[in-house]
């Protein structure tokens, strides 16, 4: 192969490692409600809601509060969700879309040189 540096083939090379964007980590949890402040002024909440879930994304903004306080775009993502199943399924899918990688990716198809096949 000619165009390409033995760098490039690198394990876990996926070209965007200098990004200076945060990886986006949602992870699962049951509705929290009861909110209040600590004596740190950070929220904690009292109980949950043990047939509902939310999806937090501490990346996109989320506090981890209450969810009433959270932007609109956090809201959406928040939930609640009817089953662990389907948080899950928001969390992965909204991973997927802010963490996509911008180009090769190792195990993909190799890509082709400047100006096409030689």
């Known amino acids: 192969m000619t165009g390409y540096s033995r760098v490039a083939f690198q394990?876990?090379?996926t070209g965007n490692e200098n990004d200076s964007d945060p990886v986006h980590l949602p992870y699962v949890r049951h509705v929290?409600?009861?909110?209040?402040?600590d004596q740190y002024g950070r929220w904690v909440s009292d109980r949950e809601d043990e047939a509902q879930w939310e999806v937090v994304c501490v990346q996109?903004?989320?506090?981890?509060?209450?969810?009433?306080?959270?932007?609109?775009?956090?809201?959406?993502?928040r939930g609640p969700y009817p089953s662990l199943h389907k948080a899950r399924h928001a969390a992965?899918?909204?991973?997927?879309?802010?963490?996509?990688?911008t180009c090769w990716i190792p195990g993909s198809a190799v890509p082709l040189p400047e100006g096409g096949a030689r």
């Open 11 to 13: 394990p876990g090379y």
């Open 32 to 37: 929290h409600l009861g909110w209040r402040h």
């Open 60 to 77: 996109c903004g989320d506090d981890e509060g209450p969810a009433d306080r959270q932007t609109p775009g956090v809201q959406r993502l």
């Open 92 to 101: 992965r899918r909204h991973e997927a879309e802010t963490n996509a990688p």
